[in-house]
């Protein structure tokens, strides 16, 4: 990717802004502001911050790139493998190819056009593979690189691709074709030949019928000058390469799926569509001579066995010891219609049947020779699912599966949020995995992985980074992320909490999601502590400790009564009426806006003060790892369900846990398990709002999109394209991409992301408690059509509403639409306030404060941001009885747009970590750790000294970026970072030692600005949010990391650090390594002499522009690809790069040099002997006469 260097101008940019301004607003597409602003004059008593901080960060530090994609491929089509390098290719539905080998040895490389991948096949040993795509092109990708890259491509133009073969060592690929012709590409020029074998060349003359398209392509194992075509209708030809001829024809009435060849070429078996195999003799091709049903019913009258599904795949692979293995997908019976997907194993009498868990998308059968004409002796299947990679091993009787070392599991649930965390303390890994390892499965093959090609090295980059994905069946994974591999390490089921729902009790329930309740909303992980905190769909908070130890235990539970009261709002009617022309088909909406489900009525009694899931009372066994401490359920109130949690954080030094919703916001004391705040956000404020919401006067619709404030949303910056699209935890890994139909789009909110009336987003505030209907929501109740159903249940954990970008025109009044945050609806409708972000820090509550104390930082869906102080008893001691008090300072610090994230600077420009408790083990069996005092680290190692007089507090919010100075509360810094867009994550981060403020926004830009300064330093167009699924999954950590979840089932890693970026092709895998073909047995004399052994032809002579002439110019187009300029490219990412491409040419070089010492030495000999031979001729007849001969 091209490297943007913004530094001179950004700094031209910061210098010549004006003192008192705000930054300018960006243009339509930027996504940054004008210029960062910094009044003049002294910021407190500090000076002037930029006089006395020096910051190191420049744009030179930033560049991003993508690093590396883990998990299984999605929507997996192809799969191939070279038995020689020992590495495995995936081919997609979305144009991708995954190419595995030795774990470490991952490498993604995607089509351009993002076609189907519709076959692979590699260049067995040569480093080289040939994809085809459903756009009828041929690719030949270059593995010997680190980053493969396409070096030719043939694009089909009037004929579509549906098979194609590559003879071993041949540089000839056959290609057949929909309309059943067979073309010869040449591999090495990607140039086809002129010569075609054609569909009415290759059949009988007296059929008169079409056979259908080419579904297999072979050569015999015996004469390489053969050729087997097999067509759909049942006809399979034995073609004579030579001659131009067919040598024989065979005819079935049943569809053929797949071919597969005996290696000794005198027998090939045929999968049918009726689920029958076929086995035929070349001697006798007017009838197969053995046909079987493996699955049919014998019929008691001696009929032909019932036919069965039909058999997609077949492989017929020989053994020198024993009886060959004939496996195949496919072909159950029809009446057991619930079975599962299987792979059949048919091995001398015995059959096994191994049921799959997903439908089989291929398999292939593992090797010990690469010649198709030897004993094959299959020591394994790979068999690829849809959603899974199995390999099974054939060498043991009851075929047990491989261990997978890939991490292709990370959607068993789907990801439903994540976190990263870079550089993290070095004992966690290890201590993770010796919990994780514990809970190993057991019955695997005892053999090593047999993909283990490529070669991977650590490379340079040594900090631990451990990556935690949460998941809708509450399932919780830590994985060991370092040196750019993925490994996990440890799974925690958050679920075992909670009493499991009896079936039957249906909707006498108080839950308020009726699939995947336990689904993982947000994470808080303090790695120091190792306190780990999972905020839950079902509106709870569960607190884990850790321990090394089994404990049986309760669990303890709080429940919280957060619910802001709105009997007092005065509503006017007219703010109900939604911004969109048809307001009578916005009904549903309406109603799953205020809330009113129908869940009340049809119970008969109110609930109240009833949590939406029941935590178990008895004693319960929690295994070593992470073990519950406390579960905090929010509960329903006066016949209202609990909202769902936007906001989390956690403090083990505190031994506080705070989390807020689109209601208020709760402090929980998780040593006393105590509640010490439940407060709606109107009261935190004490007697002044600062919104000073009296009741308004009724707008039009139109001033809705026009006011400035509500700019949020992904429809507001792209004015004329907008479209709603749902997605739910459940449809992120749907195969199927399905368009929303109109009536369930009607059922959507257009103002809000929902579920059934309940907060979804994040930070979504515009839920209301919706205890009463307006009447004009009664009076479009009414209007509603006879055929149209109310509003139901949303059938997912989180139904999420987005707006994105489509090619529809739509005028920018009636596209008004919310993503994550506030809405002036909300405040007019009853001044929701929505907590979007907490914090505990030591901080300067108050102005006039002379020292650093205990603070909860709270931000808001408005921009509001409130400091709460912390009053914690004075001695450890007292902290397990004194209470701890909470109370507003007072301090009120505004932004534009929902607050986001915060962050703390000391004097000196570093970044100061919240205070925490050093790891102890809470269930240790030494006596003497539960009397020994707590240890408690008050601010980080870098600035133990004194934190000087004042402190930075760095805030983020959607729109745009403050850097306060603490305790006077000067804004020293601001940054409007976009205007027409909004934030979907900002983290401050550190990077070379230095810090700053990384930043995601919904346009798709990535940026970076300088802390405090807030220099803009890196801003690119990197990613458009085409999916509620990147928005969700989106993070950065420190040393320049970030991910997201790319597909339902894949991880992408990126880097936005140029050192990163420099040292990436060292950390990389090889693909290709130099390795020795194996030699081709030495046949006996007499097989060789009575035709057992394969023929070989020249094949450059029959295929060759001499013979055959040039092909049509308009049946495919040559396309050069940019492999060598790419791989040149890819692989200067360093000295070292250079080095290895220098040493694998040397390598080649050298084997090149060393044929042809051998080959000189072999003719050296030969002429010796020759010499020799000569001499003792001449000598024989030196003395006579010609006539004596």
Known sequence: MKKFNFRKVLDGLTASSPGGSSGGGSGGGSGVGGGSVHPGGTAGAAGTPRDEIQETLTSDYFQICKTVRHGFPYLPTALAFDPVQKILAIGTRTGAIRILGRPGVDCYCQHESGAAVLQLQFLINEGALVSASADDALHLWNLRQKRPAILHSLKFNRERITYCHLPFQSKWLYVGTERGNTHIVNIESFILSGYVIMWNKAIELSTKTHPGPVVHLSDSPRDEGKLLIGYENGTVVFWDLRSKRADLRAYYDEAIHSVAWHHEGKQFMCSHSDGSLTLWNLKSPNRPFQTTIPHGKIQRDGKKPESCKPILKVEYKTCKNSEPFVIFSGGLSYDKACRRPSLTIMHGKAITVLEMDHPIVDFLTLCETPYPNEFQEPYAVVVLLEKDLIVVDLTQSNFPIFEN????????????????????????????????????KQGYSNKEWPISGGAWNLGAQTYPEIIITGHADGSVKFWDASAITLQMLYKLKTSKVFEKQKLGEGKATAEIVEEDPFAVQMMYWCPESRIFCVAGVSAYVVVYRFSKHEVNTEIASLEVRLQYEVEDIITPEPEIIPPFPDASSQLPSLKSLSGSTNTVACEGTMKDSIPCLSVKTRPVRMPPGYQADLVIQLVWVDGEPPQQITSLAVNSAYGLVAF???????????????????????????????????????????????????????????????????????????????????????????????????????????????????????????????????????????????????????????????????????????????????????????????????????????????????????????RQSEPVMVSPSGTVLTLKGAVLTFACLDCMGTLTHPPYEVWRDPHSADDGEKTRKRKLVMHSP???????????????????????????????????????????????????????????????????????????????????????????????????????????T?????????????????????????????????????KGLFGGSGQAVDREELFGEATAGKASRSLAQHIPGSGGIEGVRGAAGGVIGDLTRARIALDERGQKLGELDERTASMMASAEAFSKHAHEVMLKYKDKKWYQF
Not at 414 to 426: I, N, R
Not at 733 to 759: A, F, I, M, Q, Y
Not at 986 to 995: G, I, K, R, Y
Request: aromatic share 8%.
């Open 405 to 440: 070392p890939y991490p292709i599991d990370i959607h068993e649930s789907p990801v439903t949020c994540t976190e990263y965390f870079a550089d993290c303390p070095p004992d966690l890994i290890p201590v993770l995995y010796s919990v994780g390892a514990k809970h190993k």
């Open 660 to 878: 807020g919703n689109c209601n208020g916001l709760a402090v929980v004391d998780f040593m006393q398990k105590t509640v010490l705040l439940s407060m709606g956000t109107l009261d935190l404020y004490g007697s002044s709002d600062p919104y000073q919401r009296q009741p308004r006067s009724p707008r039009k619709s139109k001033q809705f999109a026009a006011d400035n404030f509500c700019m949020r949303g992904l429809s507001n910056f792209y004015p004329d394209l907008t479209k709603r699209i749902r997605t739910s935890y459940q449809s992120l890994t749907e195969l199927s991409d399905s368009p929303v139909s109109l009536e369930l789009e009607r059922c959507k909110s257009p103002t809000s992301d929902h579920v059934n009336g309940h907060c979804t987003s994040p930070t979504s505030q515009s839920c209301s408690s919706g205890k009463r209907l307006s009447s004009a929501d009664v009076s479009k109740a009414n209007r509603r059509g006879p055929g149209r159903p109310p509003f139901r249940k949303a059938q997912s954990a989180a139904c999420m509403e987005i707006s994105l970008p489509v090619t529809t025109e739509e005028n920018r009044e009636n596209s008004f639409s919310r993503s994550r945050s506030s809405s002036v609806s909300s405040i007019d409708r009853d001044s929701k306030e929505a907590i979007t972000a907490l914090y505990f820090m030591e901080s300067f509550a108050r102005k006039n404060d002379s020292a650093v104390s205990p603070c909860l930082w709270v931000g808001t869906g408005l921009g509001m941001v409130l400091i709460l102080s912390l009053n914690l008893p004075a001695s450890d001691d007292l």
């Open 942 to 1048: 870098s600035s133990s000294q004194d934190m000087g007089d004042h402190q930075f507090a760095v805030i983020c919010s959607e729109k745009q970026a403050k850097v306060f100075s603490l305790p006077s509360q000067t804004c020293l810094y601001v940054h409007n970072i976009t205007e027409t867009s909004f934030l979907l994550r900002a983290d401050v981060v550190t990077l070379c030692n230095s810090v700053c403020l990384a930043c995601f926004c919904a346009n798709g830009h990535i940026m970076t600005l300088s802390l405090p300064s807030l220099r803009p330093l890196l801003d690119i167009n990197y990613l458009p949010v085409t999916d509620m699924r990147i928005a969700r999954t989106f993070c950065f950590a420190n040393e320049g990391q970030a991910l997201y979840l790319s597909s339902p």
């Open 1050 to 1086: 894949e991880i992408q890693r990126l880097t936005y650090s140029q050192e990163m970026c420099d040292n990436l092709q060292d950390m990389l895998g090889d693909l290709f390594t130099p390795v020795e073909t194996p030699e081709a047995q030495n046949r006996g004399f007499l």
